[in-house]
């Protein structure tokens, strides 16, 4: 009777965990260039008998995996030349006070010096490890594979790479920033196409996060439900084992 309530607790406790993550997700779904948060939980039943060689169950739920999902997200046109967005897999350069950092979110502008940067300043780098250097062009162009040009000069060529195993080494910073969590150097992609007046929008589904969350919120309720009857009973049992004695 009381391992139900444990295993009651023990689901609500990782339904609880779920919804904190989809509601994290829901908060993104217009960040460009976002990339959902999935997980994968499992349950496990033991067996066994207790100092009275009596047999009883302990059921426990708990996350296995907590994870992100890197499919594309669709491509947004905004003519504005300083949007870039990536089609296939890979991450843009960024150098922070932190250290490198990368991103899909391709949101960029000029900054006082002339440099490409995000919009928080950080600067975008090219495949030689400088800034690019736009200076006062008055026009600004960047090819498929990512070269750009300032005023039809060759301003250098973005710096576009991936992880093999980007779903175990990058892991997330705010501004939709990832970084290497061991310090891996990444690889430059071959087949990722720059698309310059575009931006990647989130891959969260607002409809498929809201149906998850009534799902969990669903199966929390049942999980209370379960608990309140299992104290019910705990106490009729008590109860009427004082009143026999």
């Known amino acids: 009777m009381v391992n139900g309530l444990y295993s009651a607790r023990n689901g609500m406790m990782l339904l609880q965990e779920m919804m904190d993550n989809n509601a994290h997700n ?6 460009t260039g976002f990339k959902r948060s999935l997980m994968a939980s499992i349950a496990q ?9 009596k047999l009883h169950q302990d059921e426990e739920h708990q996350m296995s995996e907590n994870y ?3 499919e594309q997200g669709s491509l947004v046109m905004t003519e504005n030349p300083f949007d870039l967005a990536l089609e296939k897999s890979g991450f843009f350069e960024i150098e922070t006070e932190n250290g490198i950092r990368y991103t899909r979110n391709g949101s960029f502008t000029r900054n006082g010096m002339g440099e490409l940067v995000t919009l928080q300043g950080h600067r975008v780098l090219g495949e030689d ?3 690019i250097l736009l200076e006062e062009t008055e026009t600004f162009s960047v090819s498929a594979s990512g070269r750009v040009y300032a005023d039809g000069k060759d301003a ?5 790479v991936d992880f093999p195993n980007k779903r175990t080494e990058l892991m997330r910073e705010g501004y939709n920033l990832y970084y290497s969590k061991t310090g891996a150097e990444p690889d430059r992609t071959i ?13 969260v589904s ?22 309140l009857s299992e104290d019910e009973t705990l106490t009729k049992a008590v109860n009427d084992i ?3 004695g």
């Not at 829901?26 to 960040?31: I, K, P």
């Not at 309720?221 to 608990?227: L, R, T, V």
């Open 191 to 203: 087949n990722t196409t720059v698309k310059q007046g575009f931006l990647e929008s989130s891959n």
């Open 26 to 31: 829901l908060s993104n779904a217009n960040t």
């Open 68 to 70: 992100i999902d890197y």
């Open 45 to 53: 039943v033991d067996l066994k008998r207790n100092d009275e060689l």
């Open 206 to 227: 607002v409809i498929d996060a809201m149906v998850e969350m009534i799902r969990f919120q669903r199966n929390y309720e049942a999980n209370q439900k379960s608990i």
């Open 156 to 160: 250098g060529k973005l710096s576009i």
């Open 242 to 244: 004082g009143r026999v």
């Open 129 to 131: 490890g400088q800034p």
